[in-house]
């Protein structure tokens, strides 16, 4: 192979090349011929080029690596025209989308301090008060974190910045590399939090209390919003030759 493979474009690990046996519709193989592509290492993903049945089956070797190889280093991260019509709604940040919670184990480095969690920097970010700000980091879960946010004294513009102070943490956060290749992959979910905790501005509690009220989501939103500017960036770096 006279050209390297590259990382996956979409969460950054190793392509691996394979060469499979190419065989007829009633499981005969072709003598000489084969299956030549790349696919991502991270069972995860399975990013591959060329893609399934669109499969070109060559005699030549070279030539199938060269055509292969190419396809795989220059495809784009697919990025799909959605509305939210088409898109389905994540049913909470548990499973699957746990780590869009603030609760997610990530460390997070913030105005110089490193979190053991961006719940931990958002509810230390609450108080300009050091020593309350420290004991706030040093809880030994986010829940902790959260109780003791509750109780510290509140800087006095903290209702005007807490939407930006989200904002920052989150995108701290999604550039811990498996971070960014999960919020990538939730590409065709509209990201909300729903909970059973009455919290009606970051997510939307859907209890029985709260059934008429349309939570604000904006957690959810800022992670689209970082989402985006994730998925801009990749395609960006991409175009630049700038992949890492």
């Not at 590259?6 to 392509?15: R, S, T, V």
């Not at 991270?42 to 070109?56: F, V, Y």
């Not at 070797?61 to 088409?86: D, G, M």
């Amino acid at each position: 192979m006279k050209q390297k493979i590259e990382n996956c474009p979409w969460c950054g690990q190793a392509g691996v090349p394979h060469k499979d046996a190419a065989w007829d519709a009633n499981g005969h193989g072709y003598r000489g011929c084969y299956f030549y592509y790349i696919e991502c290492s991270n069972q995860d993903c399975r990013a591959r080029a060329p893609h399934g049945e669109s499969d070109d089956i060559y005699r030549s070797e070279e030539e199938a690596w060269e055509r292969v190889i190419t396809a795989w280093n220059t495809r784009p991260v697919p990025v799909i025209e959605r509305s939210e019509s088409t898109m389905k709604a994540t049913p909470n940040f548990d499973n699957e989308f746990s780590f869009c919670s603030n609760f997610a184990a990530c460390e997070v480095t913030y105005e110089g301090r490193t979190y053991k969690t961006s719940e931990h920097a958002f509810q230390a970010a609450k108080t300009l008060n050091p020593n309350e700000k420290e004991w706030v980091a040093s809880a030994s879960t986010p829940g902790e974190a959260k109780r003791r946010g509750r109780t510290v004294t509140l800087r006095p513009d903290w209702e005007a910045v807490k939407d930006q102070v989200m904002l920052d943490i989150v995108r701290i956060k999604f550039q811990d590399p498996d971070m960014k290749w999960r919020l990538i992959k939730s590409r065709d979910w509209i990201l909300c939090e729903n909970n059973y905790w009455h919290d009606n501005y970051w997510g939307n509690c859907t209890c029985e209390r709260c059934q008429n009220i349309f939570g604000q989501n904006k957690l959810g939103k800022i992670l689209m919003q970082v989402r985006e500017e994730v998925i801009n960036q990749v395609l960006e770096d991409k175009n630049n030759g700038n992949e890492s």
